[in-house]
C-alpha cells in the first residue's frame, strides 16, 4: 500500500506543510507508526487517509516545537536587550492551513511537483535517483542500498544531504512553469532512465540484472505520462522501458546467467509489454514533432523486439535510426551502438573501421564496452589472437560478475 500511494501522501503533505524535507520526515514517521498500529489494531478502513491524518498530526507537532522554540529565542534576545523577535516564518503553527488535505483535485499536481522536486538539477545525480527512489518510489533505504549495492548509511546520507540542498536552494514545491518545464523535464527523464538501466543491466555485483528496480523505473515512467500526457519525450522514454523490459523473461538462464540476444528464447519475450510499448511509441509520435532521443532509442527496441531472429531483423534501418540519434543526441556509446548495427548490417570490417576510429580519438577509455565490442568484431573477421585479447582486457573491466564470465569464456573458446 505504500509503495503504491507514498508518492501520493507525501505530495499532499509537502503541499500542506510548504516543507518538502519535512513532508517526507511525517510520512515516514506516519509509515512507522502504521508498522505498529495495524497489526494491533487492525487495517483501517481508508489506509491513504489515516496514514495522511497521521502524517498531519506530526506535522503539526513539529510546527509547534518550532513555534516554542522560536518563542524561546525571542525571551532570550529580549534578555540581551537586543530586542529582536525572531518569528516562526513559513511551516509555523499559525500559518497552517485548515483546507482539505486530500484534494482529489490536486492529486496529480502534487505528484508531478514531488517528481520534479525530487529530481531538481540542483542535486547531483546520485542524489536525485536516491531520493526519487525513496519519496516518489516509495522504497526505504535498505531497498535503495540493496539494489545499488551500497552501504545502508552512503543512501541515508545522499538523502539527507538532498534535502538539506533542497532546503539551503529555497526550491520550491510546486510544478515548473511552462517556460521552465522542459529543461527540468530532461532531468525527470534522465532519473527514470538511470534507474532503469541500472536495474537491466547491473554495473556491478553478482546479478547481470536487478528486474525489481527496473520494473519500479517502469511503473513511474506511467505515472508520468499520466501526469505530462502531452509531453512526446515522456513517451518516448516509457516506449523504451517497456520495450526493453519485454525482453527481460529470455535475458537470464536458470542460473541466472546471462543470455545474448542471439541465443535468446524469443517466444519467452512479454508481448503484452511490447504491445504497450509499440502504443507509447505510437502516442509520442501522434503528440510530438519527430521523436527526441528516447522516442528514437524506442524505435530501435521496436525493431529487435517485432523481428523473428536476429538474422531477419531490419539492420538498415536501425542504423539509420542510430544516424539519427547521434545527432539529436550525440555521444561515443550511440556512435559504438551505431558501429555494431554496420557490422551486422555491411559486416564486421565495415563495423570495426568505426571502432577503430573511435579507439583513436581514446573515447570510452577505461569502459568494458569498447574491448568487449571490439574483441566480437575481431573473432568474426578470424583475427583470433587480437580478439582473445581484447576480451580478455573487457573482462577485467567490468564491474559484473555474470557479465564478465561471458566475456571470460568468450575469450578462452578463442
Known amino acids: 500500500m505504500w509503495r503504491i500511494e507514498s508518492s501520493r501522501i507525501v505530495g499532499a503533505l509537502a503541499r500542506y506543510t510548504n516543507d518538502f524535507a519535512l513532508a517526507e520526515d511525517v510520512a515516514s514517521e506516519a509509515l512507522a507508526e502504521a508498522l505498529v498500529a495495524w497489526p494491533r489494531d487492525g487495517v483501517p478502513r481508508d489506509p491513504t487517509a489515516w496514514l495522511l491524518a497521521t502524517g498531519r498530526r506530526r506535522a503539526i507537532d513539529a510546527f509547534r516545537r518550532r513555534a516554542g522554540r522560536d518563542e524561546r529565542y525571542a525571551a532570550l534576545a529580549r534578555d540581551l536587550g537586543e530586542g529582536g523577535v525572531v518569528t516562526g516564518g513559513p511551516g509555523t503553527a499559525v500559518e497552517v492551513s485548515d483546507d482539505l488535505l486530500w484534494d482529489p483535485d490536486r492529486i496529480d499536481d502534487d505528484r ?97 540484472m536487478r528486474p525489481d528496480l527496473a520494473y519500479e523505473a517502469v ?23 517497456e520495450l526493453t523490459a519485454a525482453r527481460f523473461p529470455a535475458r537470464t538462464g536458470p542460473d541466472g546467467e546471462p543470455v545474448l540476444l542471439e541465443d535468446q528464447d524469443r517466444r519467452r519475450w512479454d508481448r503484452s509489454a511490447v504491445g504497450r510499448g509499440r502504443d507509447a511509441l505510437a502516442r509520442a509520435v501522434a503528440v510530438g514533432r519527430g521523436l527526441g532521443p528516447y522516442g528514437l532509442q524506442a524505435a530501435i527496441a521496436e525493431q529487435h523486439d517485432t523481428a523473428r531472429s536476429v538474422a531477419t531483423t531490419d539492420w538498415e534501418r536501425i542504423v539509420l535510426l542510430y544516424e539519427a540519434l547521434g545527432r539529436v543526441a550525440p555521444s561515443p556509446v550511440v556512435e559504438l551502438n551505431r558501429a555494431v548495427a554496420v557490422a551486422m548490417a555491411s559486416g564486421p570490417a565495415a563495423g570495426l573501421a568505426m571502432v577503430d576510429d573511435l579507439v583513436a580519438r581514446e573515447v570510452l577509455s577505461g569502459s568494458y564496452l569498447m574491448p568487449s565490442v571490439r574483441g566480437e568484431l575481431l573473432a568474426r573477421l578470424g583475427r583470433r589472437d587480437e580478439a582473445r585479447e581484447e576480451l580478455e582486457l573487457a573482462a577485467r573491466l567490468c564491474g559484473n560478475a555474470r557479465e564478465r564470465g561471458v566475456l571470460e569464456r568468450k575469450a578462452a573458446g578463442l
Not at 151 to 179: D, G, M, N, S, Y
Request: one cysteine or more.
Open 112 to 208: 508531478l511537483a514531488l517528481l520534479f522536486v525530487s529530481c531538481h538539477p540542483v542535486l547531483a545525480k546520485e542524489a536525485r535517483v536516491a531520493l526519487t527512489l525513496r519519496v516518489v518510489g516509495g522504497l526505504t533505504s535498505e531497498e535503495i542500498a540493496r539494489a545499488f549495492l551500497l552501504p545502508v548509511p552512503t543512501v541515508q546520507a545522499r538523502i539527507t544531504r538532498a534535502k538539506k540542498t533542497l532546503a539551503a536552494a529555497r526550491v520550491p514545491f510546486e510544478v515548473p512553469t511552462a517556460a521552465d518545464r522542459p529543461e527540468r523535464l530532461g532531468s525527470v527523464l534522465n532519473v527514470l532512465y538511470l534507474i532503469f538501466s541500472e536495474g537491466s543491466t547491473a554495473s556491478a555485483g553478482d546479478d547481470w
Open 219 to 241: 511503473r513511474l515512467a506511467r505515472v508520468l505520462t499520466r501526469l505530462v500526457p502531452d509531453e512526446p519525450e515522456a513517451h518516448g522514454l516509457l516506449a523504451l522501458l
